[in-house]
């Protein structure tokens, strides 16, 4: 009941106003507000400051830069063989497998169509049967996404879009979940054939930004907006952006290019550069 209460309010909330207001309190630089905000967040979650690059949670101009802290060197090593697909993130899959010809799973009992995650791109029909994982940052997570495979950036795209939560409660009950949410979606070109990175905005996610094209939301203009194409490549592990506040990706390959990991499965904890499937 709390659950389907918590999906009720949802629908009500004033998404975008609420996001707004986060990205506006998340980059106040004034010390004792960033330091409040820190201090509640490290009363919440635990967070292992041993792996960031700054290790004093209170040293970061912004709470919004203490959430979007780099890494150490060397704390996430990147698997290094030619064929492996590494996770872009660190996060929890929420479900990875077969698309259904266009249909993705996106909780038990519950599907959702491609050409609507990818807002009727032209390029949606190549991962028609392909292979997908969804994986979901929680607040706790490292928040910059990086990239699985050697690439090169063929589009990004902006998608407008409802701001849900994409916790497990809200997949499970909101039909549609990352179709609806607000998105960037990118394409790139690779040794494995074409693949897309999608990221999914969600409620309190004050922004997403990509490394070629800054900021892209919160937008001025909502409406589906091809970005001006970057001349951007990169090698597997790369940066390539990062979310103000946290949410999900979504990966997906053409068929019969790559192969997930068996031991990939939903409810899986995923680290940003293990190997989480190879190419075929």
């Known amino acids: 009941m709390s659950s389907r209460l918590f999906v009720w309010l949802q629908y009500i909330l004033p998404q975008h106003g609420l996001s707004r207001l986060i990205l506006a309190a998340t980059r106040v630089r004034a010390a004792w507000f960033k330091n409040a905000l820190t201090r509640g967040f490290l009363a919440l979650y635990t967070i292992d400051m041993s792996e960031a690059l700054d290790p004093d949670p209170f040293g ?52 959702y169509a491609l050409r609507d995650l990818l807002a ?34 063929l589009e990004t795209v902006y998608v407008p879009g409802r701001l849900f939560s994409v916790n497990a409660a809200t ?62 490549q990169g090698r597997k592990g790369d940066e390539l952006g990062r979310f103000n506040m946290g949410s999900t990706v979504i990966l997906l390959f053409e068929p019969g290019r790559t192969a997930w990991d068996s031991r990939i499965l939903a409810g899986a904890r995923v680290k940003l550069g293990e190997a989480i499937g190879v190419v075929l």
């Open 120 to 153: 009727g791109r032209e390029w949606a029909a190549q991962f028609e049967n392909g292979s997908f994982a969804t994986i979901y940052l929680a607040p706790y997570n490292y928040h910059r996404i990086h990239l699985p495979f050697d690439a090169r950036l």
């Open 171 to 232: 997949a499970r009950l909101v039909p549609g979940l990352f179709a609806r949410n607000e998105r960037v979606l990118t394409l790139f070109e690779s040794a494995a054939g074409r693949f897309a990175l999608v990221l999914v905005g969600a409620l309190n996610v004050g922004s997403m930004a990509t490394v070629w094209a800054g900021d892209i939301t919160p937008a001025k203009r909502r409406a589906v907006t091809r970005l001006p194409t970057a001349q951007w």
């Open 60 to 111: 970061y101009e912004s709470f919004n830069a203490f959430f979007t802290r780099a890494l150490a060197p060397g704390r996430r090593p990147i698997a290094a063989a030619a064929g492996a697909i590494t996770s872009p993130v660190d996060g929890t899959i929420s479900e990875c497998g077969t698309l259904r010809r266009d249909a993705l799973l996106q909780a038990k009992g519950r599907e």
